[in-house]
């Protein structure tokens, strides 16, 4: 499996990158988060600034993250600028040479969690998306989102069960649509990752790899953590990886330090990466 960090695209990005091509990595995510105006701008001249970056730290893009919505935007809120942008990000991953972006479904949060609507309406949204990416070439990952069983019991987001993603990327039957499985947000959700990687088998595209003490969505880094704490149990999921012929990226998806100790936490996360194949291997 290939080893992957995400790097947020903020103003630390290309000091960031070097940090991630001095520890070690060739393959990087880029993630495009909120920078929606970036995408509403002339963003060309600074996407091929990037892509020399890459090119320079002998580093490839093998994934990206859309921009999201914030989880408690009501998904009945459309925003113009928000769509222009994910589709821009669409256009702009390719370009980068990324094959696949994760995309966070929506949720009819305002009046309460509803399944049916909120899955009608993230197909709907993803079919328009769709046309988009089967002309640039990049597919959408579709991700599972956190559940907050402890500390917020009442906030439910569509997709925090494995079930309804997969059924939603069967139905739209594209080759562009895929699953991006973020492991910490299952640990939340108390999901058993093992059988769910192994239902989604082949949809399984990209990966978002964090730990968190089950009871929020902390991005630490994996292996620092204990099982007695609440942390994954990665000696038990990676193995999966193997099993289900998984040959995409393991890519890191971190809080990251100040830029003061990125360098040695760049490092830090290339030999976490490290050993998470090694476990895959046992």
Not at 83 to 101: D, M, P, R, T, V
Not at 174 to 191: L, M, P, V, Y
Not at 216 to 226: A, R
Request: hydrophobic fraction near 35%; aromatic fraction near 12%; proline fraction near 4%.
């Amino acid at each position: 499996m290939l080893k992957a960090v995400q790097i947020r695209y903020d103003s630390e990005i290309y000091q960031n990158l070097e940090y991630a091509s001095l520890a070690g990595f060739k393959e990087v995510s880029i993630g495009f988060g909120d920078n929606v105006d970036f995408f509403n701008s002339d963003y060309e001249p600074e996407l091929e600034k990037l892509a020399m970056c890459l090119s320079d730290n002998k580093l490839r893009c093998v994934q990206t993250h859309l921009p999201c919505y914030h989880l408690h935007v009501p998904q009945e809120e459309i925003h113009e600028n928000f769509e222009n942008a994910i589709k821009n990000a669409l256009i702009a991953s390719s370009f980068l040479g990324a094959k696949w972006s994760a995309f966070h479904p929506r949720s009819d949060v305002s009046g309460g969690y509803d399944r049916t609507s909120a899955y009608r309406k993230n197909y709907e949204m993803l079919s328009g998306y769709l046309e988009t990416s089967e002309k640039c070439g990049c597919g959408i990952a579709v991700e599972n989102m956190p559940l907050y069983p402890d500390s917020y019991p009442e906030w439910r987001f569509f997709g925090g069960g494995y079930e309804e993603i997969l059924e939603l990327c069967d139905e739209l039957g594209s080759e562009k649509a895929g699953i991006c499985w973020d492991f910490g947000h299952a640990h939340t959700a108390g999901i058993d990752q093992k059988y769910a990687l192994r239902k989604i088998g082949k949809r399984l595209k990209i990966t978002h790899v964090h730990d968190n003490y089950k009871n929020g969505d902390h991005h630490v880094l994996p292996l620092t953590g204990d099982e007695m704490w609440g942390c994954i149990k990665w000696d038990e999921i990676m193995p999966v990886m193997k099993d289900t012929n998984y040959e995409g990226p393991l890519t890191l998806e971190l809080i990251f330090p100040p830029i003061g100790m990125r360098k040695s936490f760049m490092m830090q996360c290339f030999d976490c990466t490290s050993e998470l194949c090694r476990l895959s291997d046992m």
